[in-house]
T-cell receptor, first 113, second 115 residues
Framework: QQQVKQSPQSLIVQKGGISIINCAYENTAFDYFPWYQQFPGKGPALLIAIRPDVSEKKEGRFTISFNKSAKQFSLHIMDSQPGDSATYFC????????????FGKGTHLIIQP | DAGVIQSPRHEVTEMGQEVTLRCKPI?????LFWYRQTMMRGLELLIYFNNNVPIDDSGMPEDRFSAKMPNASFSTLKIQPSEPRDSAVYFC?????????????FGDGTRLSIL
């Protein structure tokens, strides 16, 4: 059972454009939703995270939008740059953080110069 | 500061052999997690420890897999006997507090190939 569904699987965006990645979850016990960025040969690294008591969180060019009723959340990358080319994973966690992460399948993002 | 350190970075071995993956978490972190990454299944949680005690091992695929944390600075994931379907990248991660408050810091993984 895939508890966190992520789309698209791959995405190509022109430099300066907006990259949008979507995720949906099933388990209403999830209460923490991070996004991780992974470069080839490296482990995932936390990019930005949100809790369900807010609908949006922005850090620099990265924004999470959260819709609790629809059980969906998304990552927006504004002014996308070639250095943003990586694989992005949404994740969900329950229990106030005292639990492992449930990851989406990942989105391979390519920013074309 | 040193991050999470995993060894070896690459391991190639034949089916049936014992494989031991090692992890040194960030000093002072209370939680340690083992994940597996494959193309088909993505990133999956295998097991995690809190203060060296296993808390949830429901993600461990089968009895061939075992994990230990003998002290706060070292953990192992062992596969015995190994099978080709165990080929994957295995990640270790640690966090200072429950991850809702602090991020999980990942190592760079061990790429395991079982022939």
């Amino acid at each position: 059972q895939q508890q966190v569904k992520q789309s698209p699987q791959s995405l190509i965006v022109q430099k300066g454009g907006i990259s949008i990645i979507n995720c949906a979850y099933e388990n209403t016990a999830f209460d923490y939703f991070p996004w991780y960025q992974q470069f080839p040969g490296k482990g995932p690294a936390l990019l930005i995270a949100i809790r369900p008591d807010v609908s949006e969180k922005k850090e620099g060019r990265f924004t999470i939008s959260f819709n609790k009723s629809a059980k969906q959340f998304s990552l927006h990358i504004m002014d996308s740059q070639p250095g943003d080319s990586a694989t992005y994973f949404c994740a969900a966690q329950r229990g106030g953080g005292a639990d492992g992460l449930t990851f989406g399948k990942g989105t391979h993002l390519i920013i074309q110069p | 500061d040193a991050g999470v350190i995993q060894s070896p970075r690459h391991e190639v071995t034949e089916m049936g052999q014992e494989v031991t993956l090692r992890c040194k978490p960030i000093s002072g972190h209370d939680y340690l997690f083992w994940y597996r990454q494959t193309m088909m299944r993505g990133l999956e949680l295998l097991i995690y420890f809190n203060n060296n005690v296993p808390i949830d091992d429901s993600g461990m695929p089968e009895d061939r897999f075992s994990a230990k944390m003998p002290n706060a600075s070292f953990s192992t994931l062992k596969i015995q006997p190994s099978e080709p379907r165990d080929s994957a990248v295995y990640f270790c991660a640690s966090s200072l507090l429950p991850s809702g408050s602090q991020p999980q810091h990942f190592g760079d993984g061990t790429r395991l190939s079982i022939l």
